[in-house]
C-alpha cells in the first residue's frame, strides 16, 4: 500500500494517512519518525518509510505530539519490534501509558453526530482502530531540554490543551512547525479550511489549547505541517493568530 507523502522541504516529508498526518525527517541514512497514524495505518506507516528511501530499523526515534490512538497507533510496535525509542513530553508519558485517557469519549461523539461529519469520521475512526488499546510499554521523556539529538534536529514545545503533555515541534533551520493536534488546517468534521483549532469535543482543556495558540504565534517559520489538514504555507505566526481569531 503506497502512502501519500509529500517532500515539502529538504529532508522533510508530511505524509497524510487516514485522516491523520505524520512527518518522516531524514539525515544521512538515519531518520525521525514523528506520529504514526492510527493502529490501522500501520502498512501505511512503513509504506512511507520506504518511499523515502528508509526502513524502520532506521528510525532513529519516534516523537508523539500526544497519545491519542491516531497519533500513538504505530509507536509500541515499533518500539517492541525494532527497539525504536518513544519520546513524549514528561506530561505525556504516563498517557501514552494508558493510565488515564484523555480522548473523546464514545458518548461525546453520538452527542455530537448530527453535526456535518461526525458520523462518517467516527466509523472510519472506529475502523481504524480509534478505541483499540495500543499504550506504549516504556514511553520516555524527553533526554534533555531544548533541540533532540535527532535528524532534523526537532526543538519541543509544550502546547498543552488538547492534552496535558502535547507537544508541538519546532524546525528554526528550516523555519518549519510541526503542530500536532493544538493547530490544523482541517478535519473531516470541520466545515472550515485552513489554519483552526479542532472542534471542541476533541480537546481535554479548551481554554489552556487555545493559550497555546499563543505559544505557536512566537515562534519563527513559514511551514506548518499539521496533524490534521494539508500543508500550509506562510508565517505560523499568522497560521496561529488566524486560528485564535477563529475560535472566539
Same mark, same amino acid.
Given at each position: 500500500?503506497?502512502?501519500?507523502?509529500?517532500? #515539502?522541504? $529538504?529532508?522533510?516529508?508530511?505524509?497524510?494517512?487516514?485522516?491523520?498526518?505524520? +512527518?518522516? =525527517?531524514?539525515?544521512?541514512?538515519? @531518520?525521525?519518525? #514523528?506520529?504514526?497514524?492510527?493502529?490501522? $495505518?500501520?502498512?501505511?506507516? !512503513?509504506?512511507? =518509510?520506504?518511499?523515502?528511501?528508509?526502513?524502520?530499523?532506521? @528510525?532513529?526515534? #519516534? =516523537?508523539?505530539?500526544?497519545?491519542?490512538?491516531?497519533?500513538?497507533?504505530?509507536?509500541?510496535?515499533?518500539?517492541?519490534?525494532?527497539?525504536?525509542?518513544?519520546?513524549?513530553?514528561?506530561?505525556?508519558?504516563?498517557?501514552?501509558?494508558?493510565?488515564?485517557?484523555?480522548?473523546?469519549?464514545?458518548?461525546?461523539?453520538?452527542?455530537?453526530?448530527?453535526?456535518?461529519? +461526525?458520523? %462518517?469520521?467516527?466509523?472510519?475512526?472506529? /475502523?481504524?482502530?480509534?478505541?483499540?488499546?495500543?499504550? +506504549?510499554?516504556?514511553?520516555?521523556?524527553?533526554?534533555?531540554?531544548?533541540? *533532540?539529538?535527532?535528524?532534523?534536529?526537532? +526543538?519541543?514545545?509544550?502546547?498543552?490543551?488538547?492534552?496535558?503533555?502535547?507537544?508541538?515541534?519546532?524546525? %528554526?533551520?528550516?523555519? #518549519?512547525?510541526?503542530?500536532?493536534?493544538?493547530?490544523?488546517?482541517?478535519?473531516?468534521?470541520?466545515?472550515?479550511?485552513?489554519?483552526? *483549532?479542532?472542534? $471542541?469535543?476533541?480537546?481535554?482543556?479548551?481554554?489552556?489549547?487555545?493559550?497555546?495558540? $499563543? @505559544?505557536?504565534?512566537? !515562534?519563527?517559520?513559514?511551514?506548518?505541517?499539521?496533524?490534521?489538514?494539508?500543508?500550509?504555507?506562510?508565517?505560523? /505566526?499568522?497560521?496561529? *493568530?488566524?486560528? /485564535?481569531?477563529?475560535?472566539?
Amino acid at each position: 500500500m503506497r502512502a501519500d507523502v509529500q517532500q #515539502v522541504a $529538504d529532508g522533510t516529508y508530511l505524509v497524510h494517512g487516514s485522516n491523520t498526518n505524520w +512527518v518522516i =525527517l531524514t539525515e544521512a541514512d538515519a @531518520v525521525t519518525l #514523528v506520529d504514526t497514524g492510527y493502529p490501522g $495505518d500501520r502498512e501505511q506507516v !512503513l509504506a512511507s =518509510l520506504t518511499q523515502v528511501g528508509s526502513s524502520p530499523e532506521a @528510525v532513529a526515534a #519516534v =516523537l508523539i505530539t500526544h497519545a491519542h490512538n491516531d497519533h500513538l497507533g504505530s509507536a509500541e510496535y515499533l518500539r517492541a519490534t525494532y527497539g525504536t525509542p518513544v519520546y513524549l513530553h514528561e506530561a505525556e508519558v504516563p498517557h501514552a501509558r494508558r493510565e488515564f485517557l484523555h480522548q473523546v469519549s464514545v458518548g461525546t461523539v453520538l452527542r455530537n453526530g448530527w453535526r456535518p461529519g +461526525v458520523l %462518517p469520521w467516527a466509523v472510519h475512526a472506529l /475502523r481504524s482502530g480509534g478505541t483499540t488499546p495500543v499504550p +506504549v510499554t516504556a514511553p520516555q521523556a524527553f533526554p534533555t531540554a531544548g533541540a *533532540l539529538d535527532l535528524p532534523g534536529r526537532p +526543538v519541543p514545545v509544550h502546547t498543552p490543551g488538547h492534552t496535558d503533555g502535547h507537544c508541538a515541534y519546532h524546525l %528554526p533551520g528550516t523555519g #518549519v512547525l510541526i503542530s500536532g493536534d493544538a493547530l490544523v488546517s482541517g478535519h473531516p468534521t470541520s466545515r472550515v479550511e485552513g489554519p483552526q *483549532l479542532l472542534p $471542541d469535543m476533541f480537546h481535554h482543556e479548551r481554554p489552556r489549547a487555545l493559550a497555546s495558540l $499563543d @505559544v505557536l504565534a512566537e !515562534l519563527e517559520g513559514g511551514l506548518l505541517l499539521p496533524g490534521h489538514g494539508p500543508v500550509h504555507r506562510g508565517p505560523v /505566526r499568522d497560521a496561529a *493568530l488566524r486560528a /485564535r481569531e477563529r475560535a472566539l
